[in-house]
């Protein structure tokens, strides 16, 4: 059939649609590409004031999925980590397709480790995750907001305005060293998730269509993985159970099927001095939704609230 993908502008974002476009081509359906502009977009051009109510949930889907709603698209790939844990009962995701690296990587001109770089370096990420979990291993780092699309972040990197960046290595990876201008070996390090443990849903990508649009459901299915659906999901419930979208600093990872699969969460305190971190394995009769939430009440019971919502 004939079907239009919905997805933003980014370099990231549009290698994403392209993948799943080249997929869906494969099983002999037509695919066109619409680049719809969204909030999140509008927000990393300079100068741009933050609109009141506006919380960071939703900010790279609203205007896409304004473009589903009205028939002007037929599906959109999205970073399911961007996605927020609830989905507006007007869509569903057709298909989580197979998972690339979820960790999160050091990008860095100069110094070979996060434990090498030098006292008091300067680190461009502007996530609250990546900055407590940094600052429980290097409480001297220093953070510049720096925000952006990679190659943006990329940029300012090469101009010296830090001297390494953290970011998802899937990113990375899905766009290429040589696309993005750097040395293949600026990739310093791919964190072990006990050591900086990813957001939930990273290095994972979502289809959203219609709810109940048979013919593109049907079609988008052949693309669904059900071991990554099954993870991340199990980790997008701990997120919903301990009420973040992505700018709470809570890591999840679940990985591994049956028997062998382990999630491993954190949440940190926003100076990263404290932090509650566990490993649990779930039950054969557990769904995604009641290990995550088994996962999150585990988290509550060692404090997490705490550290969420700090009192003093
Ligand atoms: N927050 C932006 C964003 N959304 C998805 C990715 C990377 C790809 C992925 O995690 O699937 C990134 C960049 C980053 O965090 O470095």
Same mark, same amino acid.
């Given at each position: 059939?004939?079907?239009?993908?919905?997805?933003?502008?980014?370099?990231?974002?549009?290698?994403?649609?392209?993948?799943?476009?080249?997929?869906?081509?494969?099983?002999?359906?037509?695919?066109?590409?619409?680049?719809?502009?969204?909030?999140?977009?509008?927000?990393?051009?300079?100068?741009?004031?933050?609109?009141?109510?506006?919380?960071?949930?939703?900010?790279?889907?609203?205007?896409?999925?304004?473009?589903? /709603? #009205? @028939?002007?698209?037929? *599906?959109?790939?999205?970073? +399911?980590?961007?996605? =927020?844990?609830?989905?507006?009962?007007? %869509?569903?995701?057709?298909?989580?397709?197979?998972?690339?690296?979820?960790?999160?990587?050091?990008?860095?001109?100069?110094?070979?480790?996060?434990?090498?770089?030098?006292?008091?370096?300067?680190?461009?990420?502007?996530?609250?995750?990546?900055?407590?979990?940094?600052?429980?291993?290097?409480?001297?780092?220093?953070?510049?907001?720096?925000?952006?699309?990679?190659?943006?972040?990329?940029?300012?990197?090469?101009?010296?305005?830090?001297?390494?960046?953290?970011?998802? /290595? #899937? @990113?990375?990876?899905? *766009?290429?060293?040589?696309? +993005?201008?750097?040395? =293949?070996?600026?990739?310093?390090?791919? %964190?072990?998730?006990?050591?900086?443990?990813?957001?939930?849903?990273?290095?994972?990508?979502?289809?959203?269509?219609?709810?109940?649009?048979?013919?593109?459901?049907?079609?988008?299915?052949?693309?669904?993985?059900?071991?990554?659906?099954?993870?991340?999901?199990?980790?997008?419930?701990?997120?919903?159970?301990?009420?973040?979208?992505?700018?709470?600093?809570?890591?999840?990872?679940?990985?591994?099927?049956?028997?062998?699969?382990?999630?491993?969460?954190?949440?940190? /305190?926003?100076?990263?001095?404290?932090?509650?971190?566990?490993?649990?394995?779930?039950?054969?009769?557990?769904?995604?939704?009641? %290990?995550?939430?088994?996962?999150?009440?585990?988290?509550?019971?060692?404090?997490?609230?705490?550290?969420?919502?700090?009192?003093?």
């Amino acid at each position: 059939m004939n079907l239009r993908i919905g997805s933003r502008g980014s370099a990231l974002a549009l290698w994403q649609a392209e993948h799943v476009a080249c997929l869906l081509r494969a099983h002999g359906h037509e695919v066109s590409i619409e680049i719809i502009k969204t909030t999140g977009d509008r927000m990393q051009e300079p100068g741009f004031v933050v609109p009141a109510g506006v919380d960071g949930k939703g900010i790279f889907t609203k205007e896409i999925e304004e473009a589903l /709603a #009205a @028939g002007r698209v037929d *599906l959109a790939v999205h970073s +399911l980590k961007d996605l =927020p844990t609830e989905l507006n009962p007007a %869509f569903e995701l057709g298909a989580i397709p197979e998972r690339a690296d979820s960790r999160d990587a050091l990008i860095c001109p100069e110094w070979l480790l996060m434990h090498t770089l030098p006292i008091g370096a300067r680190i461009g990420t502007t996530s609250p995750r990546r900055r407590a979990q940094l600052l429980a291993h290097r409480p001297d780092f220093q953070f510049v907001p720096i925000r952006g699309n990679i190659d943006t972040r990329l940029r300012k990197l090469r101009e010296g305005q830090c001297d390494a960046l953290v970011l998802a /290595a #899937a @990113g990375l990876d899905r *766009l290429g060293p040589e696309k +993005l201008n750097m040395p =293949p070996d600026w990739v310093r390090q791919r %964190f072990d998730p006990e050591d900086i443990c990813p957001s939930p849903g990273q290095g994972a990508l979502a289809i959203e269509i219609r709810s109940g649009d048979a013919a593109v459901g049907e079609a988008v299915r052949l693309l669904h993985c059900e071991t990554t659906a099954w993870c991340v999901d199990a980790e997008r419930a701990v997120l919903a159970a301990l009420g973040g979208g992505c700018s709470v600093p809570i890591g999840a990872h679940c990985a591994g099927e049956g028997k062998f699969r382990r999630m491993l969460a954190c949440v940190v /305190a926003e100076d990263g001095d404290r932090m509650v971190q566990i490993s649990r394995t779930p039950e054969e009769e557990d769904t995604p939704q009641s %290990f995550g939430e088994f996962v999150a009440g585990e988290l509550e019971r060692r404090g997490a609230n705490e550290l969420l919502h700090p009192t003093v």
